[in-house]
T-cell receptor, first 113, second 112 residues
Framework: DADVTQTPRNRITKTGKRIMLECSQT?????MYWYRQDPGLGLRLIYY???????NKGEISDGYSVSRQAQAKFSLSLESAIPNQTALYFC????????????FGQGTRLTVV | QQPVQSPQAVILREGEDAVINCSSS?????VHWYRQKHGEAPVFLMI?????EQKGHEKISASFNEKKQQSSLYLTASQLSYSGTYFC?????????????FGTGTRLKVLA
């Protein structure tokens, strides 16, 4: 099994719908992240969390919310999906401290129509 | 705040060399490099630390110029397996609150 698991892997939803993307990890890491990937824009940080009680906005948090249900689970929600939120979304985890690598999930391809 | 990478895309023949650059407007403590194969998750390649220490890949090298806030990834004698999107990344923030910020990405395609 993968260390970082995202569900669903693909999703098509309609404008205005609420949708949740889920991430779970078996690495035992405290730090978890949500990124979106768009062509030419790279990976942009949406939200990040250092532990269950510590959640922070990233560069592009508008229109998104998150929930850290446990050390191993970090969910991303789109309260009212819009077409420009169509993207590839990645969850990642890492150990605390500096100079540690990030481990990514397989990604969720979200299409908002 | 996001590091900018250049070129945005590059196509080369097997055996040719390529350089991917990463430039930041903020001071860099360290630089990470990741590679993403098509349809897959990004995977860690290496990390470069201040002072020149490098940890990671055996066949791919990189440099880190702290003063210029730049890093370059050197792909020599490229192989078909090098195709993918490359990201530089860095940890930004204060002690205990570091977050990963990634660059704009460079798409590399190696042709036979």
């Amino acid at each position: 099994d993968a260390d970082v698991t995202q569900t669903p892997r693909n999703r098509i939803t309609k404008t205005g719908k609420r949708i949740m993307l889920e991430c779970s990890q078996t690495k035992g890491h405290d730090r978890m992240y949500w990124y979106r990937q768009d062509p030419g824009l790279g990976l942009r940080l949406i939200y990040y969390s250092f532990d269950v009680k510590d959640i922070n906005k990233g560069e592009i948090s508008d229109g998104y919310s998150v929930s850290r249900q446990a050390q191993a689970k970090f969910s991303l929600s789109l309260e009212s999906a819009i077409p420009n939120q169509t993207a590839l979304y990645f969850c990642a985890t890492s150990d605390p401290g500096r100079d540690t690598e990030a481990f990514f999930g397989q990604g969720t391809r979200l299409t908002v129509v | 705040q996001q590091p900018v990478q250049s070129p945005q895309a590059v196509i080369l023949r097997e055996g040719e060399d390529a350089v991917i650059n990463c430039s930041s407007s903020k001071a860099l403590y360290s630089v990470h490099w990741y590679r993403q194969k098509h349809g897959e998750a990004p995977v860690f390649l290496m990390i470069l630390l201040k002072g020149g220490e490098q940890k990671g890949h055996e066949k791919i090298s990189a440099s880190f110029n702290e003063k210029k806030q730049q890093s370059s990834l050197y792909l020599t004698a490229s192989q078909l397996s090098y195709s993918g999107t490359y990201f530089c990344g860095t940890e930004m923030g204060t002690s205990g609150t570091y977050k990963y910020i990634f660059g704009t990405g460079t798409r590399l395609k190696v042709l036979a």
